[in-house]
C-alpha cells in the first residue's frame, strides 16, 4: 500500500487566490511526522513545513499552513494568497516512528499560478 | 553558509564506470542522506547517516556504496553504473536525532548510456 499519496497530479489556480494541495498517508505507528516540499522547475527541494502526530496545533510558516487531520490521515497544504513564485511541484513526505531517519515521498502535485 | 553542497551539478556515464559523488553541509546536522529523483517521482531514500560512523540502507541501496567521511561530508559511490542508475541525486542533512527538518543540496543529474 502507498504511504503516502498524492491524488491531484495537476492543479491551476488563479493568483492571489488560496490553494490546498491534498496528502493523505498510511501508518500504524502512533509517532509519525509529516513534511511538505517544493520543488521549483529549477530543481532544487525547498523544506516548507513539519507536523508531527502529537502536536495539536496545526503548523503554520508564512502564508503556508498544514491542515492536520488525524482521524481522516489527511495532512493537506494549505498556500494563502497566492503567487506567480507559488508555481512548481510539491511533495508529501512521511516519517514514521521517533527517532526514524527515513522519509517516503508522494508522487508530488504540480501547481502552476495563472495572472 | 553555504547549506548543503554537491559535486559535480551534472555528469555522464559509460555503462560500467564507476564515479563518487561529493555532498558537504557546514550546518554542523549529525545526520546525512542520499535520494534518487527519478522523472515524474518523488524521492526515495538510497543510503542515511544517522551520525558520524554509522550508515544505513534505504529504500533503493543495490548498486551503490556510501561513505561518511566526517560530519560534514557523506559521499555516494556508484562502483560499476547502469542505465537504470540515470537519475537525479540529491544529498540532505538535517540536525537532529528525530527528522523534523530536512534540507537539500542542488543535486546531481547523472547519465548513464
Known amino acids: 500500500a502507498q504511504k503516502i499519496t498524492q491524488t491531484q497530479p495537476g492543479m491551476f489556480v488563479q493568483e492571489k487566490e488560496a490553494v490546498t494541495l491534498d496528502c493523505t498517508y498510511d501508518?500504524?505507528?502512533?509517532?509519525?511526522?509529516l513534511f511538505w516540499y517544493k520543488q521549483p522547475s529549477s530543481g532544487e527541494m525547498i523544506f516548507l513545513i513539519y507536523?508531527?502526530?502529537?502536536?495539536?496545533q496545526n503548523a503554520t510558516e508564512g502564508r503556508y499552513s498544514l491542515n492536520f487531520q488525524k482521524a481522516r490521515k489527511s495532512a493537506n497544504l494549505v498556500i494563502s494568497a497566492s503567487q506567480l513564485g507559488d508555481s512548481a511541484m510539491y511533495f508529501c513526505?512521511?516519517?514514521?516512528?521517533?527517532?526514524?531517519?527515513?522519509?517516503?515521498f508522494g508522487q508530488g502535485t504540480r501547481l502552476t499560478i495563472n495572472p | 553558509n553555504a547549506g548543503v553542497t554537491q559535486t559535480p551539478k551534472f555528469q555522464v556515464l559509460k555503462t560500467g564506470q564507476s564515479m563518487t559523488l561529493q555532498c558537504a553541509q557546514d550546518m554542523n546536522h549529525n545526520s546525512m542522506y542520499w535520494y534518487r529523483q527519478d522523472p515524474g517521482m518523488g524521492l526515495r531514500l538510497i543510503y542515511y547517516s544517522a551520525s558520524e560512523g554509522t550508515t544505513d540502507k534505504g529504500e533503493v541501496p543495490n548498486g551503490y556504496n556510501v561513505s561518511r567521511l566526517n560530519k560534514r561530508e557523506f559521499s555516494l559511490r556508484l562502483e560499476s553504473a547502469a542505465p537504470s542508475q540515470t537519475s537525479v541525486y540529491f544529498c540532505?542533512?538535517?540536525?537532529?536525532?528525530?527528522?523534523?527538518?530536512?534540507?537539500f543540496g542542488p543535486g546531481t543529474r547523472l547519465t548513464v548510456l
Open positions: 501508518t500504524s505507528d502512533p509517532s509519525y511526522g
Open positions: 540532505a542533512s538535517s540536525p537532529g536525532l528525530t527528522v523534523t527538518s530536512q534540507f
Open positions: 507536523q508531527g502526530s502529537y502536536d495539536q
Open positions: 513526505a512521511m516519517r514514521e516512528g521517533q527517532g526514524a531517519q527515513k522519509l517516503v
